[in-house]
Structure formats: structure tokens, C-alpha cells
């Protein structure tokens, strides 16, 4: 039921007049959330959540953020920050209020989005480093210095060595967007989302 939720409400169109309407990424949020409360679901009743529109033409990301870790900001050369913003997990409150953020990204930029098990696989590896570290762990780092491509394969490597039985997460997703060069000359528009919900999707 609640993956039946989850994707009517991430197509973020409406149809109004018989004309396609494009949903802002809190509006979708906002949808979704209002339709879990009121299924009333009796397991998994909640998800975290992030959905994203990006412009190709003009390098302008937009999202919103519903309980999902804080994207990562990573540009050439420069030390990777996290992008903070509000929103609370979906489903789980009425009446809440999922906060739009929009970054003009540049040749070199990347973006990550993840889920907290991404933060567990890195933060279990590293003695001293708490529920709060990601930005002190290697792998953060390293991002916006070594391949995307180094990076990514590292993480694999890191998930098949992790052992099951003394790893808490159920889950770990990464979503990477990486700008490069030459922008495209038509005005494209890409839209994606990334959900997990506490059962593990």
C-alpha cells in the first residue's frame, strides 16, 4: 500500500484543464504525506524522502527534503558540505511544512543524495566518529578530490565487506548528479526522488 502511495505521489504532475501541471518538489512531498495519513496504514506508516527537479539548461537544482539525511554538496577542489534544510519524515504528522531549497550548480559540482544507511556504513568503520560525524569520515572527504566513479566503487567495496550481523542499517541508496561540460542546448528537465521507508525499501 505504501509503495502504491509512493509512486501516484512522486509523478509530481497534475492535470488541470486538460493541461499537465508541474508539482513543486514540497508540494509532492505534501501530497504524499496527506495520503499515508489517511490510509491509515498499520505497518511501515512513514518514509523518509527527498524529491528533486533539475533544469539541464540552466544548472538550477531544486528539492524537498522529508526526513532523509541532508544532501551533499561537493565542488573541485573544495571541502564537501552538507546542504541543511527542514522537513520532517512523511507520514507521520499533519500539517507539516517541507522547506524548498534551489542550488546553482557549476561544471565539477556534485550532488549527493542518500539514505542514513549510507551514514551507518561509513561512521561503523571509523572508531571516534558519532551519529553526527559523516562530514569527518574518509569517504566524505574525499568527494569533489578523487573520481566519482573511484568513489562510488568504493562504496560497494565497503557494503560487501560490512558484516550483516554487527550492522544496524537496513539500507543503503545514493543518488549522484554530477555537472559536466557542455551544457545541453535545449531546455531539458529531469525530475527524481529518493524514498526508503523504516522497513527497508
Known amino acids: 500500500m505504501l509503495t502504491a502511495f509512493v509512486k501516484r505521489a512522486l509523478r509530481g504532475t497534475e492535470t488541470i484543464g486538460g493541461q499537465a501541471h508541474r508539482l513543486e518538489p514540497n508540494e509532492v512531498l505534501t501530497r504524499l504525506n496527506g495520503d499515508i495519513l489517511d490510509a491509515r496504514l498499520q505497518e511501515c506508516q512513514f518514509a523518509t524522502a527527498i524529491h528533486a527537479v533539475y533544469n539541464e539548461r540552466t544548472r538550477i537544482i531544486r528539492w524537498a527534503r522529508g526526513g532523509a539525511p541532508y544532501p551533499i554538496l561537493a ?15 512523511v507520514g507521520a504528522f499533519p500539517q507539516v511544512q517541507f522547506e524548498v531549497m534551489e542550488q546553482q550548480l557549476e561544471p565539477g559540482d556534485m550532488l549527493v543524495f542518500h539514505t542514513d544507511g549510507l551514514d551507518a ?19 566524505f572527504q574525499a568527494l569533489g578530490r578523487q573520481p566519482t566513479a573511484k568513489l562510488l566503487r568504493d562504496l560497494e567495496k565497503r557494503l560487501d565487506a560490512a558484516d550483516p550481523a554487527a550492522w544496524k542499517a537496513d539500507d543503503v541508496s545514493a543518488l549522484v548528479l554530477q555537472v559536466h561540460d557542455p551544457a545541453p542546448d535545449e531546455h531539458q528537465e529531469s525530475r527524481s526522488s529518493l524514498v526508503c ?3 527497508g525499501v
Do not use: F, K, N, T
Open 75 to 89: 565542488r573541485r577542489s573544495q571541502v564537501a558540505v552538507q546542504v541543511a534544510s527542514g522537513g520532517p519524515i
Open 121 to 139: 556504513l561509513l561512521l561503523d568503520e571509523q572508531s571516534g566518529l558519532g551519529l553526527c560525524d559523516l562530514p569527518r569520515s574518509d569517504w
Open 197 to 199: 521507508c523504516p522497513a
